[in-house]
């Protein structure tokens, strides 16, 4: 793929939906760290439902140590790998509070050194909360970005480098919730929407079911 046609593929997503944003809810940087934290093997959906009423009564890293694992597991239980999430976010406040003030911090390595929060985790938290020009490579923008040609790799990390690489600029900053949309939505794993899509002929997926 060359770079007039990635160019063409972020004008038509850009055109589509000018201010894309993700679909997890949250009010603060710490909201949404608790967020993406729980949306690992689960649905933003779900996580949606149990953080309305987990954030209601927790929505700083003191309410949410006071909670204690056992009172958070309460809370997120309907979500997947809820113990180990609850565990992880416990000690994620602790942290948080001992070492920043209770604030989210906006690097990747003070974001990376919290319990449960990885590489992509970190890149979602420093591109929505901070607009830093990150892209953080879950399974929609993997397959998206493999299956269109976009920025084929063997690995989350590969693609996520080629993307800062050919994506055009203007483009960085918003890349990650169009590519997201677009995997969940249209460049389905299963049955891929591509009579709908938008940006069809410019895709080099060979078994398009136009």
Known sequence: MNPAKRREIFERLKAANPRPATELEYRSPFELLVAVVL???ATDRGVNLATRKLFAVADSPEKMLALGEDGLAEYIKTIGLFRSKARHLVQ?????????GSAVPSD?????ALPGVGRKTANVVLNTAFGHATLAVDTHIFRVANRTGLAPGKTPLEVERKLL???PKEFLQDAHHW???HGRYVCRARKPLCGQCLIADLCDYKEKNL
């Open 108 to 112: 990747r390595t003070s974001l990376e």
């Open 39 to 41: 949306s690992a093997q």
């Open 179 to 181: 590519l997201i949309l």
């Open 165 to 167: 690489r050919f994506v």
């Open 92 to 100: 994620t406040c602790r942290l948080l509070i001992e070492r920043h």
